[in-house]
Structures are given as structure tokens and as C-alpha cells.
């Protein structure tokens, strides 16, 4: 081979092998991985994102918008059961000031016009409480039982796959099927044995090995 041959052909692979090193950081970046169902943002330095950021990733606006809608419903439930429990509170205690103000007025002998009336407190803390009851119960069902992202866990696991082995594509790197294939060719292709060696001599063993 020529010189100039020679160096074109060096000179090639050391390009070839600059462009893999910058896909293969480009890849390391932005690669996902989902472990016990939380998402991660790159393979070394793993920056941990939410379900909604996943789907942003992965380029599924459509996911996205679900899971920011359904967020959105889930606070507006969770602030309704919120809202009953604290009216449940204040309600019998404002009207039981309110009755107790009655109940002054009623027993005051210099007042001109008492109130012939003044309802009791029993029924106010009913409702207060039943209330409060309703608001736990709905607060219960918005923090507890109200899924926001309504995709499984395998579903995400398989669009977190899709995506590496697209982004592999994209940057002309080998898919992870090649890699493993790649990996147990090498390991068909080593192999180690003994075997017993007979001579007119004598005998032994002899090492036998194959890559």
C-alpha cells in the first residue's frame, strides 16, 4: 500500500472513529431509562424527570396534554374535598359565636328588643362534621385513587425502548439486538478445554484452546 493510501485510510478511520465517540456522548446525553417505574435522563449522569417530562421527551404531546389535564382535575378535586373540611371546621364555630351573641342578648334585662329565638348548636356541628366527612372522603379519592397518568408502567418501558433504539438509529449507531449478537458471537468464538494426549511414551493432559 501506498504512503498516501495509508494516510487517507488512517485518516478516515480516525474520522470515522471522532464521529462514533461524538454520537456515542450525543446518545449517552439523551438516552432514558426507567427503573421501578421512575424516568431517568441520561446514562451517567442520570438527571430523574417526571411521567409528564418523559412524554415530552419521548415526543407523545398527546400523553403530555392527558397527564397535565388529569393533573389539573386531580388539584381541582383534592382542593374541593379541602375546601368542604375546612367549612366543615369554621361553619359550627362561627354560628355557635353567632349563638352565643344571641344568648347574651336574650339574657340582657336592659335590652329592648331581646330575640325570642335562638336556634341550637347541635345541628351546626351535624353538619359541620358531615361536611368534614364528604371533604376527607373526597380529598381520599383525588390523592389515593385518582390516577393522573392512566399509561402502565410496561407501556412507558416499551416507549422508553422504542425511543433508545430510534435515537441509535438516528446517530448511526448499533442497536442493542446487534450489540447483544455481537456479544455472544465473541463469546461463541472462545472457548477452552482439556483432553487427555496419548503417546508411545506415556500420557497427559493438553490444553486446548479456540478463538
Do not use: C
Request: hydrophobic share 35%; net charge positive; proline share 4%.
Amino acid at each position: 500500500m501506498s504512503s498516501d493510501a495509508y494516510d487517507i485510510a488512517k485518516d478516515t478511520l480516525a474520522e470515522h472513529k471522532q464521529l462514533h465517540q461524538h454520537a456515542q456522548t450525543e446518545y449517552n446525553e439523551k438516552v432514558l431509562s426507567i427503573t421501578n417505574d421512575r424516568a431517568y435522563l441520561g446514562k451517567h449522569d442520570r438527571v430523574s424527570i417526571s411521567h409528564q417530562s418523559l412524554y415530552r421527551y419521548l415526543g407523545r404531546d398527546d400523553l403530555y396534554r392527558r397527564v397535565k389535564g388529569r393533573r389539573r382535575t386531580k388539584l381541582l378535586i383534592g382542593l374541593l374535598g379541602g375546601g368542604l373540611i375546612v367549612s366543615g371546621i369554621v361553619m359550627p364555630i362561627v354560628k355557635s359565636w353567632q349563638i352565643t351573641l344571641l344568648e347574651n342578648e336574650q339574657n340582657d334585662f336592659f335590652n329592648p328588643d331581646p330575640p325570642e329565638h335562638v336556634p341550637a348548636r347541635k345541628p351546626y356541628w351535624i353538619a359541620g362534621s358531615a361536611m368534614m366527612g364528604v371533604g376527607a372522603l373526597i380529598a381520599i379519592y383525588a390523592y389515593s385513587f385518582y390516577t393522573a397518568d392512566k399509561t402502565t408502567a410496561g407501556q412507558r418501558v416499551d416507549m422508553d425502548r422504542e425511543h433508545n433504539e430510534a435515537l441509535r438509529r438516528r446517530l448511526g449507531l448499533a442497536s442493542a439486538s446487534e450489540l447483544n449478537t455481537h456479544s455472544a458471537t465473541k463469546r461463541d468464538m472462545f472457548s477452552l478445554g482439556i483432553t487427555p494426549l496419548l503417546s508411545p511414551g506415556g500420557g497427559g493432559l493438553a490444553l486446548l484452546i479456540r478463538y
